[in-house]
């Protein structure tokens, strides 16, 4: 369990001690052992598409321990359909495998960290694809030609597509599903119902939230305190996520701010219902 992202000086008191001068994600690996990386997302410009910098990457790696595990949301040059700034034209190197290439090679010493490989694709209407059918093709192609011995993970944000059948893609592609809560998406309780019922052995949920702009603007972009209340998604998804805990598979769970005001102490909340003692 971790959270999205963790560069944030109003968690000084909750996750950061500020007095010292010990790295922020070395502070936080103390007390979280994983979290979410969306850096490298916002990969695509116009006339090429940007990758990490091995200096950061060495960084991060350095701050961690050999167990600490980062979930990287991989760029979105590879999951964008359309051109930058074109519902219209294509996107040259969508679903591009020799960009993901490159992306692992520039994260070379902080491979052996990462949990999961992450592709999150925004909704997909008939623009962008003529039925899911077409979708599961190009991904069941493209990961045909990724390196063997990664793990990697699917989101989308089309929640009528998150069905048996959908699941059953995954799982004969041994991807791992993204569940997102917020923005288009229903509630997770039924999906995690679903996805108990395969035998896929990992899961990614994230805690997203609804309304990015209207939080920040009520927070001031702050995040030391709640400010939304979501107590009835987190209490009926807890008894889920114990079930599969006892069934020996592996969940990661990233929190962002968004999602109730500060995820540190939505972690805290979730860990409360997780143990059954939330009052």
């Known amino acids: 369990m971790g959270t999205c992202s963790w560069k944030y000086s109003s968690w000084e008191g909750l996750v950061y001690d500020a007095q010292s001068r010990e790295d922020l994600l070395a502070q936080y690996a103390k007390r979280y052992r994983s979290v979410e990386v969306d850096q490298w997302f916002w990969s695509l410009g116009r006339q090429s598409y940007g990758l ?4 950061t990457v060495l960084a991060y790696d350095q701050a961690t321990d050999k167990d600490f595990r980062f979930t990287v949301k991989c760029p979105n040059t590879l999951t964008l ?14 679903l591009d495998a020799e960009v993901f290439y490159r992306f692992v090679e520039r994260l070379g010493p902080l491979v052996h960290k990462i949990g999961l490989f992450m592709f999150q694709f925004s909704y997909l209407n008939q623009k962008a694809f003529s039925s ?13 030609m990724l390196p063997d011995g990664l793990a990697y993970a699917v989101e989308i944000r089309n929640p009528t597509w998150l069905d048996a059948t959908w699941f059953d893609f995954l799982a004969r592609n041994a991807l ?3 569940l997102l809560s917020g923005y288009w998406m229903d509630g997770l309780e039924e999906p995690l119902k679903r ?9 990614c949920i994230r805690l997203h939230g609804d309304d990015r ?3 920040e603007q009520e927070t001031g972009s702050r995040w030391d305190k709640l400010v939304v209340n979501k107590n009835g998604e987190l209490a009926s998804i807890a008894p889920l996520l114990v079930e599969l805990a006892k069934q020996g598979r ?3 769970i990233n929190v962002n701010n968004h ?7 939505t972690i805290e909340k979730l860990m409360k219902y997780l143990s059954g003692v939330y009052e």
Request: charged content about 20%; overall charge negative.
């Open 132 to 144: 899911r059918k077409e979708l599961e093709q190009r991904l069941e192609q493209f990961m045909g």
């Open 195 to 203: 996805f108990l019922k395969t035998d896929i052995p990992t899961l």
């Open 213 to 215: 702009s209207g939080i």
């Open 259 to 265: 999602y109730e005001g500060s995820a540190p102490l």
């Open 250 to 252: 592996v969940v990661y």
């Open 176 to 178: 791992t599903p993204v």
């Open 52 to 55: 990490p910098d091995p200096d």
């Open 81 to 94: 359909p359309f051109a930058y700034g074109s519902t219209i034209e294509a996107n040259p190197w969508f």
